[in-house]
Every structure is written in C-alpha cells, then in structure tokens.
Nanobody
Framework: QVQLVESGGGLVQSGGSLRLSCTAS????????ITWFRQAPGKEREGVSS????????YYADSVKGRFAISRDNAANTIYLQMDNLTPEDTAVYYC????????????????????WGQGTQVTVSS
C-alpha cells in the first residue's frame, strides 16, 4: 500500500516561513507528478503547487506565486514546499498527492487527477 506522509506544518506568525515535506513508502516519488493542495475550513480543496515527474516543470496557484517554492530531493524521496511570507489566508490543512497517469500541465490543480493522498498537515498563520 502506497503511503504519502506530510510533515512540517505548525503555527507561525504572519510574514513567517515554513517548509513542508512529503515522503512516500513503497513508492518512488520521482516517477510521479506531485502536487500540494490545501483545504481551509468551509472551502474546497485547492491546488497550491505542482512539480512534474522529471522535476523540470513547476506550477503555482496565483495566490502563492513568488512566496512558495516546490522542489524535489530524489535521493531522499521527498518533495518540499517552502512557504515564505505567510499570511492568515494561507491557514489550511496541506496535502500532498501523486499522479502517474492522468496528470498534464493543464489539469495539475484538479483533484481527480491524483491517485494517492497523504493525511495532511495543519498550517496555521496568526495575524
């Protein structure tokens, strides 16, 4: 059974930074496109950032461009999401998800493209 595990969430003040990590068991992450999603209370899950299986293409939601950065460490089988200049609007549960078949750049933020999901990590930004 493939498992994705997120870590690195927490409580931070507005303007602060966090780095989220996504690791996998029984699965090599560099074989898949990996996307970070987030879901705030009462809101739909939204795509935050995605990285292609080769790691040469990255994609970001407009709301996080210039503040967040996604990256791979294939040796560690880990995907990172560096989040800087956080605001209270970034408060949400953050999930990583993997896709091997139906991922294309035009649909990177669509939930139903993804095969496996982690359990999520809470990010809370105080004002």
């Amino acid at each position: 059974q493939v498992q994705l595990v997120e870590s690195g969430g927490g409580l931070v003040q507005s303007g602060g930074s966090l780095r989220l990590s996504c690791t996998a068991s029984r699965f090599t992450l560099d074989a898949a496109a990996i996307t970070w999603f987030r879901q705030a209370p009462g809101k739909e899950r939204e795509g935050v950032s995605s990285i292609s299986s080769g790691g040469d293409k990255t994609y970001y939601a407009d709301s996080v461009k210039g503040r967040f950065a996604i990256s791979r460490d294939n040796a560690a089988n880990t995907i990172y999401l560096q989040m800087d200049n956080l605001t209270p609007e970034d408060t949400a549960v953050y999930y990583c998800a993997s896709a091997t078949t139906w991922w294309f750049p035009s649909v990177w933020s669509e939930v139903n493209v993804y095969d496996y999901w982690g359990q999520g990590t809470q990010v809370t930004v105080s004002s």
